[in-house]
Nanobody, 127 residues
Framework: QLQASGGGLVQAGGSLRLACAAPSFIFDDYAIGWFRQAPGQDREGVSCISSRDGVTYYADSVKGRFTMSSDNGKNTVYLQMNTLKPEDTAVYYC??????????????????????WGKGTQVTVSS
């Protein structure tokens, strides 16, 4: 039900914008966010809007470079990624949950109850 797109190959310092098409009900009191998983690593939260407080949280590793936004009229959530680094290389996923909660502790995004996961999109940043 969620479909991420917009990934690709980009040189370090470049930009990409990911898009996540979601059902319209997702935008009613759902938490929604972006997550990524690099080969051999655990999945990590990149950016997330919590259903609890409506605040957008960012991992320290992307803060100031990535911006999450939404266009409710298009039922789409975006992740604008600027100043990309090779360490940003990963498969990026969007996910949502009606009771979803996000927070940041120690620079890490923690998330709970994200029930709907879309297929990911590959982002590769070359040095």
């Amino acid at each position: 039900q969620l479909q991420a797109s917009g990934g690709g190959l980009v040189q370090a310092g470049g930009s990409l914008r990911l898009a996540c098409a979601a059902p319209s009900f997702i935008f009613d009191d759902y938490a929604i966010g972006w997550f990524r998983q690099a080969p051999g690593q655990d999945r990590e939260g990149v950016s997330c809007i919590s259903s609890r407080d409506g605040v957008t949280y960012y991992a320290d590793s992307v803060k100031g470079r990535f911006t999450m936004s939404s266009d409710n009229g298009k039922n789409t959530v975006y992740l604008q990624m600027n100043t990309l680094k090779p360490e940003d290389t990963a498969v990026y996923y969007c996910a949502a949950g009606i009771s979803g909660v996000c927070t940041v502790v120690g620079g890490t995004v923690y998330y709970y109850n994200m029930d709907y996961w879309g297929k990911g999109t590959q982002v590769t940043v070359s040095s």
